[in-house]
C-alpha cells in the first residue's frame, strides 16, 4: 500500500473518531483537514501513524517544522 493511500484511510479513521484540530481544537471539514508530521520530518519525526495528526490547514501552514510543544504553548497564548 503506498504512502498515500493509507495516509488516506488513517485521516478518514481521525476524522470519524474526532474531527477537531489537534492543535487549535477548530472542527475540521473534508475541506479544512490536513494530516500533519506532529513532530516534523525535519525535526526527525517519523512517518508512522502515531506521528500523524488531524490539523486544519491554518495549524498546518503556521506550525510548520515546529516542534509541538512549542505550537501549542503559542497557540495557547494567542499568538499563532
Ligand atoms: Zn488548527
Known amino acids: 500500500m503506498s504512502n498515500e493511500v493509507w495516509q488516506r484511510r488513517h485521516r478518514k479513521k481521525l476524522m470519524r473518531k474526532n474531527p477537531h484540530c489537534s492543535y487549535c481544537n477548530r472542527r475540521l471539514t473534508a475541506t479544512t483537514v490536513t ?3 506532529e ?7 517519523s512517518e508512522m501513524r502515531h506521528n ?13 517544522d515546529m ?3 512549542k505550537f ?7 499568538n499563532a
Open 67 to 69: 516542534p509541538p510543544e
Open 35 to 37: 494530516l500533519d508530521h
Open 39 to 45: 513532530v516534523p520530518r525535519a525535526l526527525g519525526g
Open 72 to 78: 501549542r504553548a503559542m497557540i495557547a497564548k494567542g
Open 52 to 64: 500523524l495528526v488531524l490539523a486544519c490547514f491554518d495549524c498546518n501552514q503556521r506550525k510548520a
